[in-house]
């Protein structure tokens, strides 16, 4: 059985393994189902798609950021706004925040009439695009404390700056900051 993975866009990935110049077998993904596929992820490794839909293999790395802490984030993003609209990624020792922007109203009045409601935002959510807005970093492994940045888009900066002060209880950083996200107070964050 080989080994596959469908994508959030709809598109199913397919494990492959080529033989290196060394001997040792390549993995990679490919949307073809042809040639020769994989038969099991490595050991060690994990399949990875990252928030643009994106399939990969790569190595499995211990996670600092628990299962609790990152569901208190997708709860809490779920309740703030539609689900498709915020993905959450672990890397390293933080919790990325990504937002899609919202444009099903301006696809509606393009393609209402001749197109349904529902297959509009299923092809919104799709397509979407997503961008890093916000992130919560752990400071202290021991005493769980957090961070809370989020990205600055000026030309100058293009980088992640603190929006929160000192480091805090998770449930106090996401109760402060995440209802800013999709808002243009935001910005005024800093």
Known sequence: MS?????????????????????????HFSTRPGGAVA?????????YEN?????FLRRTTPRL?????????????RR??????????????????YEAADNLSTLESIALPWVSKDAIKQTAIQSAAYTAMMRFVLAD?????????????????????????SPQELPIVIRKFIKHLGRESLFELF
């Open 39 to 47: 038969e099991s992820v490595p050991p060690g490794f994990e399949i």
């Open 3 to 27: 080994i596959q993975h469908v994508a959030r866009n709809g598109k199913t990935y397919y494990l492959h393994v080529i033989a290196g110049k060394d001997g040792k077998p390549k993995y």
């Open 65 to 77: 950021i628990s299962d609790a802490e990152l569901d208190a984030v997708k709860v809490t993003l």
């Open 141 to 165: 492994r021991e005493e769980r404390l957090f961070l809370a940045e989020r990205f600055c888009f000026r030309g100058a900066v293009d980088d992640w700056i603190d929006i929160g002060g």
């Open 51 to 55: 928030v643009q839909g994106q399939v």
């Open 80 to 97: 703030h706004a539609d689900e498709w609209r915020y993905k959450v990624e672990v890397k390293k020792n933080a919790m990325i925040i």
